[in-house]
Structure formats: C-alpha cells, structure tokens
C-alpha cells in the first residue's frame, strides 16, 4: 500500500507540474501536453505496482545412497554451472569392489543349484538301473520259487533269492527318496532358488544407485542447463554418508518472481495478467512476465497485509538470480 501511493504521489507531483508548465507557455502546446498527462495518468491507473523477489519452483537436494569418499570439489557455494558440468569427484573404489563380490557371491550359488540339478540327473539314472535290476531279482525269485516247489532247489538257495529281491526293492525306494528331495519342487532347490534371486535383487539394486542424472562413472555433475550450487556440505577426503546432502542446485530455467500485492488490489489481480518486471539491480533491463498463481492466504510483510503472487518470465536471460529484488508492474 505504502508503495502504491508513493507511485500515486509522484503521477499527482508529474501532472501538476506539467499543468504549472503549460499555464507559462504557448497556448499551441497546451492541448498536447494535457493529453500526454492522461495517457501517463491512465496507464497508471491500469497497473497494479508492487515489490518482489525473484525464486526458483526447482530445487535438488543432490545425494548419493552408497558410503564413498570425496576426492575433490569442484565448486562453491553461490557457483553457477552448466549440464553436464564436474562439481565433484568420488572415490568409489570400494564400492565397486562390494558389486564385484555380490556378482561373485551369484556366481557361486548358481554353480551350486547346477550341482543339485546334475544331482537330480545322475539319482535318476541309478533309479533307472536299480529299478531294472530289481524286475530281473524279482523275475528270478519267481522262477526259483517254481523250482524250489519241485524240490529242484533248497529253502537256503531259495532264500539267497528272496534277500537280493529285498536288497534290490531297498535300494529303488533309497533312490526315489533321494530323487524326491533334488526335483524342481524340492525345498533344497527351491532355496537355493530364492537365494539366487535375492542376491540378484540386490545387484540390481546396488547397481541403480550409481545410476542417477547427476552421476557419471565416478563424478557428480550438474543436471540442469543451467543451475546455482549451494549449501556444500563436504570437503575433499570427507567419507560421504549415504542419504545425507552433498549440495543443493538451483535449476534456473524455472525461476519466478514472487510480488507482494497490497490486499486492497488483490480482486484486480487475474491468472494470465502480463506483468513487467524490472530488477533494481539493473533498471535498464525489462522482463515480460505472466501472472500463474494468486496465494490462497495473506501474509504480513513489515507491517502491511499481503498477498503473494507468483509471476514467470518468458525472456529469462540468467541475469536474474534467486533473491534479487524487483519492481512490478501487473496489468489490470
């Protein structure tokens, strides 16, 4: 409001001054002079002016999930960089070196379920041969138990027979349990399955965390076109804890401006209002902007009931950072 009526004073001061002027000159020019008063008086009248702040609607908090030290940083705070930019180099030697031993730990349990399943093959093949050697007992006992009845053989030789069938069926029944326990469905398999698959999860998942935007082999780089780097929280040779920020980056493509408007203009202001924005640390440049959000609460601001309105610029040329300081104009 403050800001409102100073603007309102100095068109009052311009319009009279030049009333004052065109009172002692030429009568030709007073027509002129008078129109060039209103149409400055006018555009005032439709513009809303207010203060604001230039921020950003993206920023990354930049972390790595695996244990790594820092070699070197590249950066600090306040630096602006560019994709693809070096901003910090790791030492990942370490962890490269667990991947390596949770590949190898996958390699061992896969040659072990090949042992179970060779297992299963060879018991199947000696089940074959001991259920044949057992038909050809079993067919010989018949045969001698005909020549025992015609007292060709004694009771002692038949049951040399009787015990080799016995023998025979034992060792059938020892080999289809332990072919039951190597099948596809065997829970020695099966375990020996889920290890597999566990181990291969977490390979994946070791392997997803180097896979980030903003990692390359063993370097941390800027992911944005163009971006502002602060809050460094490391310095070279620091062990880096997993989950906890190295940095923080600013994407300055999507830099707003954020006004403050007086809470009597509020019910002027309209989403899609072209708005002009003009930053004190350079007068002589001019941003177009679009009004795209109205705060759903008002704020207090030194004193005076406000409202934020957030603002983009269609022709952000980098000179505005986040926290600069600029006028604005918002169209009625």
Known sequence: MKKHNKFLGIIILLFFSIFLVTGCGQSDNENEQEQETEVIFEEYQNKIFAFGVVRANDTYNVTIDFAANLDSIMVKDGDIVEKGEVIAVLDVDDYNLEISKKQREINMARIELERLDNNKSQTSNDL????????????????????????????????????????????????????????????????????????????????????????????????????????????????????????????????????????????????????????????????????????????????????????????????????FNVDVEIEK
Do not use: C, W
């Open 128 to 323: 074959k041969y001991a259920q044949s050697q057992y038909d050809r007992a079993l067919a010989d006992l018949n045969q001698n138990e005909i020549l025992y009845n015609e007292g060709v053989i004694t009771k002692s030789e038949l049951d040399n027979y009787y015990k080799e069938v016995e023998e025979n069926e034992k060792a059938v029944r020892n080999l289809e349990l332990s072919l039951g326990s190597t099948n596809t469905n065997s829970p020695e398999i099966n375990l020996q399955k889920q290890k597999i698959a566990l181990l291969e999860s977490d390979l994946v998942n070791m392997r997803n965390k180097l896979k980030k935007d903003y990692i390359n082999n063993n370097e941390i780089v800027a992911h944005v076109d163009k971006g502002v780097v602060y809050e460094v929280g490391y310095f070279p040779g620091d062990s880096i804890e997993p989950g906890k920020k190295l940095f923080s980056i600013i994407d300055l493509d999507t830099i707003i401006v954020e006004a403050d408007v007086s809470e009597e203009f509020i019910m002027e202001i309209k989403l899609g209002a072209k708005a002009t924005i003009t930053p004190l640390a350079d007068r002589s440049k001019s941003y177009e902007g679009t009004v795209i959000n109205v705060a759903g609460r008002a704020i207090e601001r030194k004193g005076e009931t406000v409202i934020p309105v957030h603002i983009t610029m269609e022709n952000n040329d980098y000179f505005l950072l986040p926290g």
